[in-house]
Every structure is written in structure tokens, then in C-alpha cells.
Nanobody, 120 residues
Framework: VQLAESGGGLVQAGGSLGLSCDAS????????MGWFRQAPGKEREFVTA????????YYADSVQGRFTISRHNAKNTVYLQMNSLKPEDTAVYYC??????????????WGQGTQVTVSS
């Protein structure tokens, strides 16, 4: 699976930004899709995921209520809508294709990442 993110950029605190991830290769609809992020000097962390069976969603506590993940299987695309952004949301955001082990998301494929910068 090849993944390509788009939509990153610079936004003021309190603003909104939407990311997209286009997938190609293996059957997109058979993967649970996820978003991760990595801030400078920090480890990559889970942000959100969506299952392929019933579109059940999972969120990190830090983004719950502010971020929304969705997918469009016919377009092979997964989206991340980010609202009420905070400076601490600044990071490179990575799209992932993988699976779910219980409620734990397991990434198998990664995109190249897109930079999101939130100014205070």
C-alpha cells in the first residue's frame, strides 16, 4: 500500500485544518486506517484510527472531541479534520494503513508525512 498525505500547513491556535491521505496498491477497504504524529524531539504517537469493518473510531485522549477521522472507501481516502488546534498539536502527521488488535491499532504501512504547525 502506498500512502500520500496532503493538507498540512500553518494555522493559528483555535483554527482548523483538514488532512487527506490517498491510498493505492492493495485493497484499501480491508485496512484499518490511522493517523500518527511526531513532534520535534518526541516519539511518534497515535492520534486516531478507524476500522474497516464498521467504521468504529478510536482517539487519543489529547485529541478526543477536537479531531475527527473518516474514510471514503470508494475514493481510497482517509481524512483527518482537526478543530480547536493548539500549539502542542504541532507535528509531522503520518497516515498509516494497518489493523486492529482489540482496541489497539497496529500500523503496517506509512505515508511520508505532512507538517502541521499551530502558532500561538
Amino acid at each position: 500500500v502506498q500512502l500520500a498525505e496532503s493538507g498540512g500547513g500553518l494555522v493559528q491556535a483555535g483554527g482548523s485544518l483538514g488532512l487527506s491521505c490517498d491510498a493505492s496498491g492493495r485493497t484499501f477497504s480491508s485496512f484499518a486506517m490511522g493517523w500518527f504524529r511526531q513532534a520535534p524531539g518526541k516519539e511518534r504517537e497515535f492520534v486516531t484510527a478507524i476500522s474497516w469493518i464498521d467504521n468504529k473510531t478510536y482517539y487519543a485522549d489529547s485529541v478526543q472531541g477536537r479531531f475527527t477521522i473518516s474514510r471514503h472507501n470508494a475514493k481510497n481516502t482517509v481524512y483527518l479534520q482537526m478543530n480547536s488546534l493548539k500549539p502542542e498539536d504541532t507535528a509531522v502527521y503520518y497516515c498509516a494503513a494497518g489493523g486492529l488488535r482489540g482496541d489497539d491499532y497496529v500500523p503496517l504501512y506509512w505515508g511520508q508525512g505532512t507538517q502541521v504547525t499551530v502558532s500561538s
